[in-house]
């Protein structure tokens, strides 16, 4: 790696692409120099790098100077996850730096620490399920400390509400799209749930950015040319085809 870059406050380039939002950010140490985000009918393959590249020219940062790039991971839409890690896999290997994978669901649960309770995010995973996870925050030594209950994972949304009845918990914040569409049913079984509001329950960016900053410290980065996304289960397509030669044998 280029022994220029600066590791006492590192330079991530953040990128994320695993929903309908499309977002980049720098983040210097624990500061958010800058976040770009649309939230377009356009393709990520059209606004990413124009994205960057706007905000490195309005930034006067110079690609050398970054440490490392970050990508959310997964989970999330299958085209976008795949675009996203090409776009950062390809930026990673001509910069010579590392990559981050920062998970989709930990990073939309970082950006809400604040919260009392359990913080849930959401991402609309079709057919009655949701990709979902469990966190918190708690207060050690006077500083908030994120806390992963329960990593990612994809569930019916109906089993899942039963589970966190079931804990009784007395405090719960839901985000994310997956949230949206499925409301009225958090509302009828958790009538005392909490929702985000829309400019905290979308996948930003910044706050992504500041979990793989934490992320980069701890040593937890990879190798471009070994990344990859984490889907959680098959896309619609394998499904179809598994289930065509299923039928076929």
């Given at each position: 790696?280029?022994?220029?870059?600066?590791?006492?406050?590192?330079?991530?380039?953040?990128?994320?692409?695993?929903?309908?939002?499309?977002?980049?950010?720098?983040?210097?140490?624990?500061?958010?120099?800058?976040?770009?985000?649309?939230?377009?009918?356009?393709?990520?393959?059209?606004?990413?790098?124009?994205?960057?590249?706007q905000m490195m020219e309005l930034t006067g940062i110079k690609p050398s100077e970054i440490n490392a790039v970050a990508v959310s991971g997964g989970?999330?839409?299958?085209?976008?996850?795949?675009?996203?890690?090409?776009?950062?896999?390809?930026?990673?290997?001509?910069?010579?730096?590392?990559?981050?994978?920062?998970?989709?669901?930990?990073?939309?649960?970082?950006?809400?620490?604040?919260?009392?309770?359990?913080?849930?995010?959401?991402?609309?995973?079709?057919?009655?399920?949701?990709?979902?996870?469990?966190?918190?925050?708690?207060?050690?030594?006077?500083?908030?400390?994120?806390?992963?209950?329960?990593?990612?994972?994809?569930m019916d949304i109906t089993e899942l509400l039963t589970m966190i009845k079931t804990e009784g918990t007395p405090s719960v914040l839901f985000l994310?799209?997956?949230?949206?569409?499925?409301?009225?049913?958090?509302?009828?079984?958790?009538?005392?749930?909490?929702?985000?509001?829309?400019?905290?329950?979308?996948?930003?960016?910044?706050?992504?950015?500041?979990?793989?900053?934490?992320?980069?410290?701890?040593?937890?980065?990879?190798?471009?040319?070994?990344?990859?996304?984490?889907y959680l289960r098959q896309s619609q397509a394998e499904r179809e085809r598994e289930k065509k030669l299923g039928q076929e044998q």
């Amino acid at each position: 790696m280029n022994s220029e870059k600066n590791v006492t406050e590192p330079l991530i380039l953040m990128i994320e692409s695993s929903g309908n939002v499309a977002g980049t950010a720098l983040v210097r140490g624990k500061k958010v120099l800058a976040e770009y985000m649309t939230d377009l009918k356009k393709t990520h393959s059209e606004t990413l790098m124009p994205m960057i590249d706007q905000m490195m020219e309005l930034t006067g940062i110079k690609p050398s100077e970054i440490n490392a790039v970050a990508v959310s991971g997964g989970p999330g839409s299958f085209t976008g996850l795949r675009i996203g890690s090409a776009t950062a896999k390809g930026l990673a290997l001509s910069l010579d730096v590392p990559m981050i994978h920062v998970p989709t669901i930990d990073a939309m649960a970082y950006q809400c620490p604040f919260f009392e309770g359990w913080i849930v995010p959401m991402m609309d995973a079709r057919r009655n399920q949701v990709f979902t996870g469990i966190y918190r925050f708690d207060t050690k030594d006077g500083e908030r400390s994120f806390e992963v209950i329960k990593p990612a994972f994809a569930m019916d949304i109906t089993e899942l509400l039963t589970m966190i009845k079931t804990e009784g918990t007395p405090s719960v914040l839901f985000l994310g799209d997956g949230a949206e569409v499925f409301a009225d049913k958090i509302r009828e079984m958790l009538p005392g749930a909490v929702f985000a509001p829309d400019f905290m329950g979308k996948q930003r960016a910044g706050a992504a950015g500041l979990l793989a900053y934490d992320m980069y410290e701890r040593g937890e980065t990879e190798a471009a040319a070994d990344h990859k996304p984490e889907y959680l289960r098959q896309s619609q397509a394998e499904r179809e085809r598994e289930k065509k030669l299923g039928q076929e044998q």
